[in-house]
């Protein structure tokens, strides 16, 4: 145990003081150019009987000013209150709220005196009424600014002086009792301390007693240690020797420390960085186990302005699970890729590229996950894409796409997909004015896609089984369309559309009377055999549609009451297609085989399997019908019935479509077809969608050509239904209170759906971005405080569907649902405590729950995670300093979810 402190208490040190590299680093140049020359007073300065400026301030807001010259540089100097010069003793006081300016120095302090014989600068505060020191000195040079009780400088010597000094450096606070400048531009530094805390009194601090900066050098310190809430620590070291050098500082990556009981004891993180240049950097991080796991990632960010931005990460881990040769050990290998690229939109108007790569190994996300989202999500998608436009006409496009399901270990890619396609354009329009000819509005698109697919599994991706597996395949779609209106009240559309798909190898099959195939105990001779023929093969389908379409609409007004009007649209189609058969010995697309053992032809395509599919075999002619109702009414307000009104939709296209196909010899009606869905209370969604027949079916639930309503007098039979509810709400302590008080007012507030915006709930208005916003003061009744800011998010999820089944004249019903929760409580502006949890009804179990509290402790911050069940079952327990200059500097308990046995 003593072993394991002293351990540690190395690593905190090392930390401490690595990270706070360049910190020290008051500016360099505050002193002004060293040059040994004489003083010019000011004019009138040596004439002792000339007044040079009056000591009774000027009316207000009129500053007093004057100049003069030091080593042949200008000093402006004013101030609010008095300028005093006493000539005889060759000095200037400034008094109040005073400036001066010299070369690229700027110097503001309520008391200035600069004394000429000596070419020498003094600033200090002055007591207030109540003898409280205020407007201390703050120097600033160039972009470098600092504080201090008092300062003095000499311009000939180049030397300076400083007492209490402190200054801002990157993300931290440099304190000095004493800082001395020396003309080479060295800094002496005299009990002083380093903190990222911005409290004058911070509540802690690396603690040293001497310290010499060289700018865009190197720092180095005596002994040094730390200090928290003004109480010495035993932490510390005998000297420092850091780095200080403007812009990126390349360095070590401080490693994490711990164990784990299966994994045994570990660094992680633990590596370099290298600043490369201003435009990209590398860091490369490694995690070792005693145990035998290894991980080693490599991550660069990179960013030009104006032109393109992004990241790369990779990494590869060695998994090992328990001791070698006992149960439960387990050795695996994972690896995860992720890549983000950026284009900025100045870089070029009409080209771009992007990428979004997120691919690995299929336990990448169990056990190495980024983040939960990445635990939970059982997928990885990728996407590279190329677009170009040109003359805001014609598109190019290329993609490289991935999608992986980590549960089926199967992967898909498209490697690549290319897309061009041609906006719609009017090929006959005479470019004439006045009344243009029908013709004219024929309007033609053309785009074309290719594709190289592949579906596979993980297993098998990189070896030689994957490039025989690829397809790919051309389609173009060229789509000729005419649109008029008829009567002044029909809309008339009509299209044709041409298909094409090029294929570079199609399938045969021929029955193999050689072919044995065992089926139990039987040995059953002769079979289909396929075979691909490589060729390249064109394949053309084309087909004719017609619609003719309306609105017909009824409204009916209320002068009186809570609801204002209600309407009811309603939208009639009608519309006709014609595709020939393309299974006709005539096109080529179809073949035949005869099956012995069913003794008879049987049909397919050439294109099965393809890429893009091909025409379907059989001639229609089909009539469509459909027709789509909305209803929605509109409410006036009860409190100003005379003020906007709101609208409410009732029903959100509830449509009821069929068709007829002349071409067929039976069976020509189609199925009918309803389907409808509504939102009530602003966050109830619901959708409804079912299937009628209007054939009598057979034994094996086939339609045959008798109606139901000749035999079973009824119109239709229905096949399915399907219901989807989904519910997303947010309730939030901005719940906006109705005319009663307290919790009754709160609860009828939550009851109306509205937040303090008035808002309805679910849009984010009810959510609070942080403690620190104001929150609505809310009465305490009945000793509950609901000002308390808090808010809570629900979505629940209800699938229902029925299949009719024939065979036992009864429905076949089931049901998914899903409930999740998440939500914040802010306790105190300081105090967060926030959860995320579900129900899975089907297992009749909780889903992902975490826990997480937070604790504001100003420059510190506390964290602490619970992951209560499931196989991530974990706490992390963490106080670190919220600067990243410092983020070493923590303390973390936290146990490991690989520490539990495999679920």
């Not at 008391?111 to 000429?116: L, Q, V």
């Not at 010597?157 to 001395?180: C, N, Y």
Request: glycine share 8%; hydrophobic share 35%.
């Amino acid at each position: 145990m003593r072993a394991n402190f002293i351990f540690k208490f190395f690593i905190l040190l090392s930390v401490l003081f690595l990270h706070a590299a360049g910190v020290f680093a008051i500016p360099a140049d505050l002193h002004s150019s060293g040059r040994q020359q004489e003083v010019a007073f000011p004019v009138g300065l040596n004439d002792t009987t000339e007044v040079i400026s009056d000591t009774i301030p000027g009316p207000d807001n009129e500053r007093m000013t004057g100049s003069a010259v030091i080593l042949d540089a200008r000093v402006d100097y004013s101030a609010e209150d008095t300028i005093f010069h006493d000539l005889r003793n060759r000095k200037v006081y400034i008094y109040g709220n005073g400036e001066l300016t010299y070369e690229n120095t700027h110097l503001v302090a309520d008391y200035i005196e600069i004394d000429f014989n000596n070419n020498e600068l003094f600033a200090t505060g002055l007591p207030d009424s109540l003898g409280v020191m205020q407007g201390f000195p703050v120097f600033t040079e160039d972009m470098q600014s600092f504080q201090s009780e008092e300062l003095r400088y000499n311009f000939e010597t180049s030397r300076g002086r400083t007492i209490g000094v402190i200054t801002e450096e990157a993300e931290g606070f440099v304190h000095g009792d004493v800082v001395k400048i020396q003309p080479t531009r060295e800094v002496h530094v005299a009990d002083g301390k380093y903190t990222t805390c911005d409290d004058p009194d911070p509540h802690f601090h690396i603690e040293f007693r001497r310290a010499k900066i060289i700018p865009n050098d190197k720092i180095v310190s005596s002994l040094a240690y730390l200090v928290i809430q003004g109480v010495p620590t035993p932490l510390f070291v005998p000297f420092g020797f850091f780095p200080n050098k403007r812009g990126q500082a390349s360095g070590i990556l401080i490693p994490s420390y711990g164990e784990s009981r299966e994994r045994g004891f570990y660094l992680e993180n633990g590596g370099f960085y290298w600043g490369i240049n201003d435009y990209l950097d590398l860091s490369i991080r490694g995690d070792i186990y005693s145990r035998g796991s290894w991980a080693l990632r490599a991550g660069s960010n990179y960013n030009v302005r104006y032109r393109y931005s992004g990241s790369v990460n990779l990494s590869y881990a060695i998994n090992v699970l328990g001791e070698e040769n006992l149960p439960g050990y387990e050795r695996s290998r994972d690896f995860r890729v992720t890549w983000s690229h950026n284009q900025a939109r100045e870089a070029h108007p009409s080209r771009t590229f992007r990428a979004s790569v997120n691919a690995g190994s299929r336990e990448a996300s169990r056990f190495n996950p980024v983040s939960d989202q990445d635990y939970l999500s059982n997928t990885f998608s990728s996407n590279i894409s190329y677009s170009r436009n040109w003359d805001g006409r014609y598109n190019f496009s290329a993609n490289m796409r991935h999608s992986q399901n980590t549960n089926t270990g199967r992967v898909d890619l498209s490697l690549p997909e290319l897309t061009f396609s041609v906006s719609r354009f009017n090929p006959f329009d005479r470019g004439r004015g006045g009344r243009q000819r029908w013709y004219e509005d024929i309007n033609v698109n053309y785009s074309m896609r290719a594709r190289n697919e592949l579906n596979i599994a993980d297993s098998l991706l990189f070896t030689s089984v994957a490039l025989e597996n690829f397809r790919h395949g051309v389609r173009h779609d060229i789509p000729v369309s005419f649109s008029t209106r008829v009567l002044n009240h029909f809309n008339f559309n009509t299209s044709i559309n041409y298909n094409e798909r090029w294929y570079f190898s199609t399938i045969r099959k021929e029955w193999d009377d050689e072919a044995v195939q065992i089926a139990g105990n039987d040995t059953i001779y002769g079979d289909v055999r396929e075979r691909e023929v490589s060729g390249f093969e064109a394949i053309r389908d084309f087909s004719l549609s017609a619609g003719l379409s309306t609105r017909l609409y009824g409204i009916m007004q209320f002068d009186s009451g809570r609801i204002s009007a209600v309407r009811h649209v309603l939208s009639p189609n009608i519309g006709f297609s014609l595709r020939p058969d393309f299974a006709d010995p005539f096109w080529g697309y179809y073949r035949e085989y005869y099956d012995e053992h069913r003794e008879e032809n049987v049909q397919y395509a050439i294109f099965e399997g393809s890429l893009f599919g091909g025409p379907p075999a059989g001639r229609s002619g089909n009539i469509s019908f459909s027709l789509t109702n909305n209803l929605e009414m509109k409410l006036r307000d009860r409190d100003d019935p005379d003020g906007e009104e709101r609208k409410m939709v009732l029903i959100d296209n509830f449509s009821i479509s069929g068709g007829y196909d002349l071409a067929r010899d039976s069976l020509n009606f189609s199925d009918i077809r309803l389907s409808g869905r509504t939102r009530l209370l602003g966050n109830f969604d619901i959708t409804y969608s079912s299937t009628w027949t209007p054939y009598m079916l057979d034994d094996n639930g086939r339609r045959i050509n008798r109606f139901l309503i000749s035999e079973q007098n009824k119109l239709l039979q229905l096949n399915n239904t399907s219901w989807s509810l989904n519910l997303n709400y947010t309730f939030s302590s901005d719940a906006e209170p109705s005319e009663g008080t307290g919790s009754e007012g709160m609860r009828e507030g939550l009851a109306h759906g509205r937040n303090g915006n008035g808002m309805q709930p679910g849009n984010g208005e009810g959510l609070r971005e942080g403690p620190e916003e104001e929150m609505m003061e809310v009465p305490v009744v009945n000793g509950v405080d609901y000002s308390v800011p808090w808010n809570l998010t629900m979505s629940y999820s209800f699938n229902y569907n029925s299949r009719y089944m024939h065979a036992q004249d009864r429905m076949d019903r089931n049901y998914v649902q899903n409930l999740s929760l998440r939500g914040d409580v802010y306790l105190t502006p300081n105090w967060r405590i926030g959860f995320r949890t579900g129900y899975d009804f089907e297992n009749h179990d909780l889903t992902y729950t975490s826990i997480d509290v937070y604790r504001d402790l100003h420059c510190w911050e506390m964290t602490f995670n619970w992951i209560p069940m499931g196989f991530r079952q974990s706490y992390n327990f963490t106080i670190r300093v919220k600067a990243s200059m410092l983020q070493d500097l923590k303390l973390t308990r936290r146990t490991h979810h690989m520490d539990r046995s495999f679920q």
